[in-house]
Each structure stands twice: as structure tokens, then as C-alpha cells.
């Protein structure tokens, strides 16, 4: 933004640009829509900021955000204790719950080995994961990281860890995506869909 | 968001979806971003809401956003006193700004009359304007709202209270955009390029 602008504009601008996917003409955008917004709105957007910063923390259980002790899923009695699907995000739990199948338990990793980002299995809450693991119960852990590269690499690592405590570890299917076309996948998916294909 | 979400960030999610151009999956991922900053970056986030809406104001003179009394445009004594460019928005000075080209002052109307939206012309600045004509010094007013039903009625209604003060008013030369190519101008702008031709 040009020097022309209200300093306390330019601020707010920086800020809004150092949201992931907000570039600074939407930064601008933003900024100038809070000045239209009334006194309450504006201060209730920024108690929103700083009460879910505050009050949001980690599940002690299955490390998902939460603001009570343990999350509404790991303190749900109706959910099977005995199998727990490996996320890399809270954001995945989202995507799992949405589609209404699935009863048991989650774990969030928050993120993914990669050596090239400094990001270290110690770095990722993978020891929690053990424990419970350890804890006994558990029957099967389900490794839900993305099909890339490092998803793949943390699934093996995780499932290295866990493969000698007794319990089954699986991996999401991957394949041809419903309502997909034949002729719109690229090579890996359609030589992973034929490798794991099914009797009819 | 479903209900497995901590509520502080459903409610954060609320917040960042009001926001023009923001929609909920976006929302969402803005929220989660939050989680993952420092408690200072929200902090500073939360403080540069505030204090713009706090510290920034409309202009006495020109109502342009300023933290201060005069805006930095009609602060500055080198600017041309006797041109008043007339826009809808802040926003609008900061794209003449960039030209580096208008040396005069701006006046800004903060909308456009539009009966059916319930925007009257009272709603707008418009008597600051005509004061600010009527106190003498001004030569010109440019009318610079945008080419659209609302911006040239708008246009047509000012200029018709400020012609019979004795001060000029002109309107925004509208044209094919430069390193446009003819074949993609639409029938209006194309009609308005030859019926506003040059010599020569």
C-alpha cells in the first residue's frame, strides 16, 4: 500500500497478508471492509482472535484442538475405542466425521516427517500415539496421511513403531475417486486403483 | 463446521467468513492458521483490528481514511488545490495515487446513490463537497465514479448541483483499455471509444 494510506490501515493490512492465501490487494480489501464494519463487530472479531487462541489447546488423549480436557470426540462413550485413525491435521478429522461412517477414535500428528523442512518424528506427537497404543485396548491404527511422498514416509515410520506392540496398522485405499473419470487420472492413481483392485 | 470443532473455533471461523470474498472452508483454514501462530502474532492481529477502527477516521476535508485530522493528500502543500477528483471509495484514490500523474486533491462519496438498494444522495458526502466548492479556490471537479448505471447517475446528479456554482466539471475519458485488443471490447466500451475519438 501506497504512503497515502492511515498507518493503522497499512498495519492491519500487513496483518491480513500474513494469512495463508491472502495477497495484499485482498490484505487491502479486508483492511478497508473492517473500517465499514460497526464498533462491536470489529471487537468481537478480535475477541473471537484471542479467545480461541487462548482457550484452544490440544486433546491430552488424541492431541485434536479442543477447549475442554478432552475433545467431544475422545470423550464421546459411544465411540469405538479400538481403532484409531492417524490424521496429520485437525482439519482431516473434519473430512473423516463428514462422512458419518466412521466410529472410532483419531490421533493428530500435526504434520509430517520431512527431513528437507526440519521436521523431525520427534517434532510430531507421535509418542502420545504409542502411549495409548502401549495403553492397551487399541485393535487396529488406521494411517490416514496423504498419498504423497512424505505422508507415505511417516505412514511406514509410525507403522514401524507400532507393527511390534501386537496391533493390526492399516493405510487408507487409495484408487480411483468416486464419480472420477478413467481418462482424468494421472499414472499413479490408476496403477494404484489397478494393484489393488477387487473381486466382483 | 461441524460440532466436533472446539467452539472458540467455530466461533473464529464465524468471524473470518463474514469477511467479503471469504467463504466457510476458507474461514475454516484462516482459523486453524490462527492455532498455529504465536500468542504475540495474535496478540498483534487482535491490537491492529482494534486500533484501526479506533484511530482511523474520514478526512474533515476530502473524507478520505486518516488517523489523522487532515489526510496526507490534502495535507501536502504541493498538491494542486483548484482540481477536486470526485470517487466512490478510498480505495479508488489509492489506484489514481499509483498513476503518480493527479497532482489535485480527491473527494470521496463512500458509495453511489442507488434508490434500490436504499442509497440517497444524503447518505453520501455530497454537502461536504459542495461546501468545500462553495468555499471558493476550486476550478474543477472530475467526476471519476465508475462507468456503471449507479456511478453515472451519481455523476449526473453532482454535477448538476455543482455547474451552476461556475466551477467545470468533467467526466473520466471512457475507451478501449490500453493493450486491450478491439475484438474482446465489449459493445459499450467499443461505442463509447468512437464516439469519443481524437484527432489525429
Redesign the interface.
Known amino acids: ?9 497499512v ?2 493490512t ?2 491480513f497478508a ?4 491472502i495477497g495484499m490487494k ?1 490484505a ?8 465499514s ?1 460497526d ?1 462491536e ?13 487462548k ?2 489447546h490440544y486433546c491430552k488423549c488424541c492431541e485434536n ?4 480436557e478432552l ?3 475422545c470423550d464421546d462413550p459411544t465411540r469405538d475405542t479400538s481403532v484409531i485413525c492417524v490424521v496429520e ?3 482431516d ?2 473430512a473423516f ?2 462422512t458419518g461412517e466412521y466410529k472410532g477414535l483419531y490421533h493428530v500428528l500435526h504434520g509430517l516427517i520431512s527431513p528437507l523442512r526440519g521436521v523431525m518424528p520427534d517434532d510430531l506427537r507421535i509418542r502420545s500415539l504409542l502411549a495409548r497404543v502401549q495403553a492397551g485396548g487399541v485393535e487396529e491404527v488406521i494411517m490416514a496421511t496423504n498419498p504423497t511422498v512424505e505422508g507415505d514416509a511417516t505412514a511406514a515410520y509410525v507403522a514401524q513403531l507400532i507393527s511390534p506392540l501386537g496391533v493390526k496398522v492399516t493405510r487408507l485405499a487409495f484408487g480411483l475417486p468416486v464419480g472420477g473419470m478413467l481418462e482424468y487420472a494421472d499414472e499413479v492413481t490408476l496403477y494404484k486403483a489397478l494393484e489393488n483392485r477387487n473381486e466382483m
Chains 1, 2 share one sequence.
Do not use: W
Open positions: 500500500m501506497a504512503n497515502h494510506d492511515a498507518l493503522p490501515l498495519v492491519l500487513e496483518q500474513k494469512l495463508p492465501g485482498s487491502a480489501r479486508l483492511a478497508y471492509h473492517v473500517m464494519m464498533d463487530e470489529v471487537e468481537e472479531f478480535a475477541q473471537a482472535l484471542l479467545n480461541a487462541k482457550t484452544v484442538l479442543t477447549d475442554q475433545c467431544p470426540i491435521n485437525p482439519k478429522i473434519t466425521e463428514r
